[in-house]
């Protein structure tokens, strides 16, 4: 590859030395020639192309983003009352490295608990970051620097950025069972197995709760084996918390798993994001913690984390984070906000039963039963990617190609054109 | 930076750091795993076994923000932060635009939703910004030759270039300025992409050593990239005269350079955002290909929101979206789309002409401020110096920063003695001085160059 480039290089000299002084002129060569167009991101691509399709019946249930029964983008009532205090009052001077150290402490209570000893002894490395994405990516990067030779495994299936994002970091992936495509649940045998076959002392990745994309989250009963089994392992268990609230309604059960590891005495890592949550998408808000031993340790992790977050983004983004804080800092607020994730995790719960009552009445041979199982944002329908392509083609109706519906985009006012389509697309299968 | 090798999967139960109160080991015959606080039932504490992170050092302070906390230590009340590089006002106030404030309201009273923006950013952000820089209508522009994307400010802007550079120029060097900005050197290293320095400040004059310059450029392997400041060079303030630029320009195309600017500073250097764009503007006259990283800190008082933009000028409209197909691919995996807040707010204010002048009016005033404070420095220094020295490389200097020529022992004697906070490499942020501390400024600086060594 250095070669090619370099004979590029000498012939773009000769073509250059006839005139290497000129006014505007076009390149016939450009040092961009090996540069191929990137393939279209899968999820995001998706609204994408839901945005460029003109059909008036055309249907979102692609991205995970919320929307409301009419189909629009919600901002949460806390939401706007935090910004409308917060209006004016900000210097907008660079927070640190690490953050806001207030929306950290807020954040660290929802995932360890209000009264957590780990946060008493100050024995958690946490850092703002640029939402769940940025609180992977900072992990993966940590553990590429500082445990060189690990790997990370990861469920199938999983979120397709964390691939991306563990191999940009240039930590080698490996998979672990997760989906059971016949019960549509879990393989928790196959899960389990992958445990024990890894070598000891491996990195896994977890989602907290509501997987995405499938929706199938352990029992209570399977988390404990799991902890159980990461402990003779001495595995580490990095959880992804990107749904805390919008799986079961109730943040505090929704962080379940990760408190029955702290139990079991797991130092473990987590991602956080208000991204659905707290509805804050596009202002990129979130939250990596690591539990360390001490507060030393803490301390020097911390630094660390800071030192990769400097030469990627000096310091992240304030107006979400000053949301947040103000909200989880206000009693009045935050019990408004638990209201509102409430009635955004009850209205996809409520499609969810609807879009499978649809589909029974409509005399579908399958079963849609995990359609009401799954938890959280997505269904995991069990469609082809070719059945997906037809609901695109013929229907408008946009989703990954992996057959995730995004439930939050479906509405009192779709769900019986959308059931209708599914039918179509599978009565014959 | 501190990296290790930590040992996996260890079987021993003797960690090298044993928390003590929390864990007896040996022939004691006591229970090797005792309660930890938090549980009310005895389980297995994994504390016994060493940890993962055992190894990891304490990362070093940050070189330019460490210098604002060990300011908010000083109790002195003569104390002057000097540091790092964020518009103060005469009375030493941080300082929200009011086209900023009003761009806010305007934001607030419409209600926006807060959806992701695509991963390239917000689109009349993008446009906004591209605009900025070249002129609106520019060729590169109008025949849509420019790659632009949203960046994390200038360093998200930065690290995306970089990776790029990675990807597709494998082995290139990046060729950096001695000295300059002290994270350009943490992006390209993390980046893995090698760098080398040109020769540029030269501390006989206290100016550009420009043949230096040249010639190091000149003797770079073909095809490497040259970082160059746009304006306002950080952290010297010295630039280039215009003859200068149009020489740099020539040499970097004669050798097949690609060039790669950092502008931090537009609008901060002359008060104009146009002149201060004079450089980038050569280059793409020339048709040149090359990177352009922008920043909204400091025009835009935007610090805290993270706003910039990374530029690709590239020789077609294909190459151009190949390239930003490509960008967005390294952005996904970092942060998946950038925070739409200053977005929103920069595409606001560039968006509305009234606003947009109102900037430009803003822009002026802060970049008079500095002008009229570095002028008070050179009249106080000059006034009170009785050695003769020349000190017109203040008046000569330019933007937020002026490179005294002090040395370590000195710039330490200016904090130790006079608590006056600034970067050891005698760096000093003029926009944190006030024209009522010019002469304390003055006689610190006059006692630590002639007394100190």
Known sequence: ?429 | MASSMISLGSTSLLPRDINKDKLKLGTSGSNPFPRTKSLSRVTMSVAAKPSRFEGITMAPPDPILGVSEAFKADTNELKLNLGVGAYRTEELQPYVLNVVQKAENLMLERGDNKEYLPIEGLAAFNKATAELLFGAGHPVIKEQKVATIQGLSGTGSLRLAAALIERYFPGAKVLISAPTWGNHKNIFNDAKVPWSEYRYYDPKTIGLDFDGMIQDIKEAPEGSFILLHGCAHNPTGIDPTPEQWVKIADVIQEKNHIPFFDVAYQGFASGSLDEDAASVRLFAERGMEFFVAQSYSKNLGLYAERIGAINVVCSSADAATRVKSQLKRIARPMYSNPPVHGARIVANVVGDAAMFGEWKAEMEMMAGRIKTVRQELYDSLVSKDESGKDWSFILKQIGMFSFTGLNKAQSDNMTNKWHVYMTKDGRISLAGLSMAKCEYLADAIIDSYHNVS
């Open chain 1, 1 to 429: 590859m250095a070669m090619r480039i370099r004979n590029l290089a000498s012939r773009r000299t000769m073509m250059m030395n006839s005139s290497p002084i000129s006014g505007l002129r076009s390149m016939s060569s450009s040092w961009w020639k090996n540069v191929e167009p990137a393939p279209k991101d899968p999820i995001l691509g998706v609204t994408e192309a839901f945005l460029a399709d003109p059909s008036p019946d055309k249907v979102n249930v692609g991205v995970g983003a919320y929307r409301d029964d009419n189909g629009k983008p919600v901002v949460l009532d806390c939401v706007r009352e935090a910004e409308r205090r917060i209006a004016g009052t900000s210097f907008m001077e660079y927070l640190p490295m690490g953050g806001s150290v207030k929306m950290v402490e807020e954040t660290l209570k929802l995932a360890y608990g209000d009264n957590s000893e780990f946060v008493k002894d100050k024995r958690i490395a946490a850092v703002q970051s640029l939402s769940g994405t940025g609180a992977c990516r900072l992990f993966a990067d940590f553990q590429k620097r500082f445990c060189p030779g690990s790997q990370i495994y990861i469920p199938v299936p999983t979120w397709s950025n964390h691939h991306n994002i563990w191999r940009d970091a240039q930590v080698p992936q490996k998979t672990y069972h997760y989906y059971h495509p016949e019960t549509k649940g879990l393989d928790f045998k196959g899960l389990m197995d992958d445990v024990k076959n890894a070598p000891e002392g491996s990195f896994f990745l977890l989602h907290a709760c509501a997987h995405n994309p499938t929706g199938v989250d352990p029992t209570e009963e399977q988390w404990r084996e799991i902890s159980q089994l990461f402990k003779a392992k001495n595995h580490f268990a990095f959880f992804d918390m990107a749904y805390q609230g919008f799986a079961s309604g109730d943040p505090a059960r929704d962080a379940k798993s990760i408190r029955i590891f702290l139990e079991d005495g797991h130092h473990i890592g987590i991602s956080q994001s208000y991204a659905k949550n707290m509805g804050l998408y596009g202002q990129r808000v979130g939250c990596l913690s690591v539990l360390c031993e001490n507060e030393k340790q803490a301390v020097t992790v911390k630094s660390q984390l800071q030192q990769l977050a400097r030469p990627m983004y000096s310091n992240p983004p304030l107006h979400g984070a000053q949301i947040v804080s103000t909200i989880l800092g206000d009693p009045e607020l935050k019990s408004l906000w638990l209201k509102e994730v409430k009635i955004m995790a009850d209205r996809i719960i409520g499609m969810r039963t609807t879009l499978r009552e649809s589909l029974e009445k409509l005399g579908s041979p399958l079963s849609w039963e995990h359609v009401t199982k799954q938890i959280g944002m997505f269904c995991y329908s069990g469609l082809t990617p070719e059945q997906v392509d037809r609901l695109t083609s013929e229907y408008h109706i946009y989703m990954t190609r992996n057959g995730r519906i995004s439930m939050a985009g479906v509405t009192t006012g779709n769900v019986g054109y959308l059931a209708n389509a599914i039918h179509e697309v599978t009565k014959s299968s």
